[in-house]
């Protein structure tokens, strides 16, 4: 459920970012303590991103800075059409 939350917060932050506009690709960090999987974001986004302007992007994960203890999933940038 957790894991959820995240991904709907992320599509938000996409969504204020992108301004209305087509968002191609999504750059993002995925903090350690998160609780949450490139995998598991690469495989769930998809599903929640279905029909806004983030459906079809590509995601491309980063790693945390070192030390970086967060435990959200940090939009780093957007690119858009």
Do not use: C
Not at 26 to 39: D, K, L, N, Q, Y
């Amino acid at each position: 459920m957790h894991e959820s939350s995240l991904l709907w917060s992320l599509l938000n932050k996409v969504t204020e970012s992108a301004d209305g506009s087509r968002v191609t690709s999504i750059r993002i960090a995925v903090g350690p303590g998160s609780h949450a999987t490139a995998e598991y974001i690469a495989g769930a986004f998809p599903i929640f991103a279905h029909g806004s302007v983030a459906d079809q992007a590509r995601l491309v994960f980063e790693e945390p800075s070192v030390g970086d203890d967060s435990k959200e999933v940090r939009l780093i940038s957007i690119e858009v059409d």
